[in-house]
T-cell receptor
Framework: GESVGLHLPTLSVQEGDNSIINCAYS??????FIWYKQESGKGPQFIID?????DKRQGQRVTVLLNKTVKHLSLQIAATQPGDSAVYFC????????????FGKGTHLIIQP | ETGVTQTPRHLVMGMTNKKSLKCEQH?????MYWYKQSAKKPLELMFV???????ENNSVPSRFSPECPNSSHLFLHLHTLQPEDSALYLC????????????FGSGTQLSVL
């Protein structure tokens, strides 16, 4: 499958500010996108997902934006908290099975007090 | 608590050893997965099981041998591994085989000497 890239390996933000984590994808056939959060010493945890028939989806303090024209995906975290410190990675899906999911390498979000 | 438990958390083994990783899910899911997470690399899908039947094997070397005795338990048997096999091995489950919302365990950090 095609690889999913992230613009920045590390993102540092002040506590209370909004965080934006970006993800670029290259497979135009991808129709499903998902974000995971991985804290140190833990496995990935689902945050939010979005299908290609949507441009935006909101969860609790998180918003995912999808721009299919430029093949770009972003995760916005509002009012960043210390507990948001983690590695965030996106994945794109083309095809229905688990083997159709391609993960990115991840962005490390660091929260500064 | 994600409902997916992996043991051991850490494992150091020599290249001639035989060891097994264990995964147990308490979520009543029918699908279980093994993923490999190497430093600075994306998650790699290794095996997929649906109702104890292997449905996916992503060209994994035969030195990795999965076993799924029932829908709640998954093992990964290791033998004659190479140093490049050192990684975090993650188990995941989902209600059915899907690319959507996986529930991950905390992983086994494996070091091959």
């Amino acid at each position: 499958g095609e690889s999913v890239g992230l613009h920045l390996p590390t993102l540092s933000v002040q506590e209370g500010d909004n965080s934006i984590i970006n993800c670029a994808y290259s497979n135009s056939a991808s129709d499903y996108f998902i974000w995971y959060k991985q804290e140190s010493g833990k496995g990935p945890q689902f945050i939010i997902d979005i299908r290609s028939n949507m441009d935006k989806r909101q969860g609790q303090r998180v918003t995912v934006l999808l721009n299919k024209t430029v093949k770009h995906l972003s995760l916005q975290i509002a009012a960043t908290q210390p507990g948001d410190s983690a590695v965030y990675f996106c994945a794109e899906g083309s095809g229905g099975g688990a083997d159709g999911l391609t993960f990115g390498k991840g962005t490390h979000l660091i929260i500064q007090p | 608590e994600t409902g997916v438990t992996q043991t051991p958390r850490h494992l150091v083994m020599g290249m001639t050893n035989k060891k097994s990783l264990k995964c147990e899910q308490h979520l009543g899911h029918n699908a279980m997965y093994w993923y490999k997470q190497s430093a600075k690399k994306p998650l790699e899908l290794m095996f997929v099981y649906s109702l104890e039947e292997r449905v996916e094997n992503n060209s994994v070397p035969s030195r990795f041998s999965p076993e799924c005795p029932n829908s709640s338990h998954l093992f990964l048997h290791l033998h004659t591994l190479q140093p490049e096999d050192s990684a975090l091995y993650l188990c995941a489950s989902s209600p059915r085989v899907s690319r959507e919302k996986l529930f991950f365990g905390s992983g086994t950090q494996l070091s091959v000497l």
